[in-house]
Structures are given as structure tokens and as C-alpha cells.
Antibody
Framework: QVQLQESGPGLVKPSQTLSLTCTVS??????????WSWIRQPPGKGLEWIGY???????YYNPSLKSRVTISVDTSKNQFSLKLSSVTAADTAVYYCARVPLGYCSSTSCYAFDYWGQGTLVTVSS | NFMLTQPHSVSESPGKTVTISCTRS????????VQWYQQRPGSSPTTVIYEDNQRPSGVPDRFSGSIDSSSNSASLTISGLKTEDEADYYCQSYDSSNPVVFGGGTKLTVL
């Protein structure tokens, strides 16, 4: 059974860069059978997709966040990471990592998440 | 960019049937698959419907999905409601410019 676990600082100062890592166990990122994604949820609000990455390093980002987001992958550690720059209080959220099977990818989207991490709360505050 | 609009909340009694709608603002609802996720309080989302009307293994057949091109909307129907169905439900779809779009979510209360 695959498991995804987010890790990283729970508190980030405004204007700094938020950095999180998702460690995958029970399966290999290098298998090439999945895309790996970040999704966030502000407290009491809905879900917002941030982006996803393939094991080869190909990335796709939410157009509204693209200028501030970098997602990378480290296949040797079976991890993928998120960096979000110039954060403000509006970036305070629970950040989830999730998996999308390649079979649920069209020519323009990988659209169905099958496993999610438990999420980690990141607060942006001075 | 398109939006997916859901009712903020719905409520129904145990044993009854409830339907949650998800209306697409532009572009055809039938052109891109719709997924539905259930999020219980304090938990991560889980998939209850994918590709418009497919149920993952382990999801009871009380959950069903459909699309209606005439109203450009998707629906999640839960029959035989149980108290454990009380949760937030999110629809999700995409298009060529927006790989993943979530609806705002619907809070289901089972009275």
C-alpha cells in the first residue's frame, strides 16, 4: 500500500520561500506509472491544485501560481518537493501531496488523484 | 478559465437520497471527466467517483455520478444516507488550459 508523507516547516515568514517534501513509500516514483502532485487547502476553505511532476522532471503548474512555484523530484530518495516563493498570509494552508495514475491522464491533464498524504499545515506569519 | 460551482451546503435525513450538483461555467461538462472527492473532518480527501460515474473499489454503490449536458452540470447522488456520509464533497475537472480545477465544495449534513 503506497503512503505519502509531507514534511517541512510549519511556520514561514512573509516574503520568504515555503519548502515542503513528500516522501513516497510502498512504491517507486521512478516506475513512471504516476504523476505526483501538490494541492493545498486554506483553513476552512476549498482545495486548490498547485502542480504536478513526472519522474522525468516534467512539470505542470496552476497558472495562477506558476510564477512562484517550483516542483522537483529526487528519485534516489523517492521524494518530490514544493517551493513557493514570496509567501503571504494568503498562502497559509494545509498542503497535501497526492498521486495520479498515468491511466488517468489525458493529452492535457492528469485528472484523478488516487492517494493523498495526510497533509501538513503551513502558517505564514512574522 | 472556467469555474465549477457547487451549493455551499445540503442536508438530508439518514436513509434518504441526496444529490449534489456541480455546474461548469464555460466549456462543455461532457468534454472532460468529472471526479468527486469526499473529505471527512480532519482527514484527507478520498475519491468516491472518477471519470464521471466510475466508483473506486471499496466505495459503496450508494454513491453514483452523472453528467447532464443540458444544464452543463455533474451530479453526485448518495442514496441510503448514513451518518458516516457527513463530509465535504468536492467536484473536480479540467480543460486544455487548466489541468485541475476544483469546485468550492459542498458540506453534507446528515441530520
Amino acid at each position: 500500500q503506497v503512503q505519502l508523507q509531507e514534511s517541512g516547516p510549519g511556520l514561514v515568514k512573509p516574503s520568504q520561500t515555503l519548502s515542503l517534501t513528500c516522501t513516497v513509500s510502498g512504491g517507486s516514483i521512478s516506475s513512471g506509472d504516476y504523476y505526483w502532485s501538490w494541492i493545498r487547502q486554506p483553513p476552512g476553505k476549498g482545495l486548490e491544485w498547485i502542480g504536478y511532476i513526472y519522474y522525468s522532471g516534467s512539470t505542470y503548474y496552476n497558472p495562477s501560481l506558476k510564477s512562484r512555484v517550483t516542483i522537483s523530484v529526487d528519485t534516489s530518495k523517492n521524494q518530490f518537493s514544493l517551493k513557493l516563493s514570496s509567501v503571504t498570509a494568503a498562502d497559509t494552508a494545509v498542503y497535501y501531496c497526492a498521486r495520479v495514475p498515468l491511466g488517468y491522464c489525458s493529452s492535457t491533464s492528469c485528472y484523478a488523484f488516487d492517494y493523498w498524504g495526510q497533509g501538513t499545515l503551513v502558517t505564514v506569519s512574522s | 478559465n472556467f469555474m465549477l460551482t457547487q451549493p455551499h451546503s445540503v442536508s438530508e435525513s439518514p436513509g434518504k437520497t441526496v444529490t449534489i450538483s456541480c455546474t461548469r461555467s464555460s466549456g462543455s461538462i461532457a468534454s472532460n471527466y468529472v471526479q468527486w472527492y469526499q473529505q471527512r473532518p480532519g482527514s484527507s480527501p478520498t475519491t468516491v467517483i472518477y471519470e464521471d460515474n466510475q466508483r473506486p473499489s471499496g466505495v459503496p454503490d450508494r454513491f453514483s455520478g452523472s453528467i447532464d449536458s443540458s444544464s452543463n452540470s455533474a451530479s453526485l447522488t448518495i442514496s441510503g444516507l448514513k451518518t458516516e456520509d457527513e463530509a465535504d464533497y468536492y467536484c473536480q475537472s479540467y480543460d486544455s488550459s487548466n489541468p485541475v480545477v476544483f469546485g468550492g465544495g459542498t458540506k453534507l449534513t446528515v441530520l
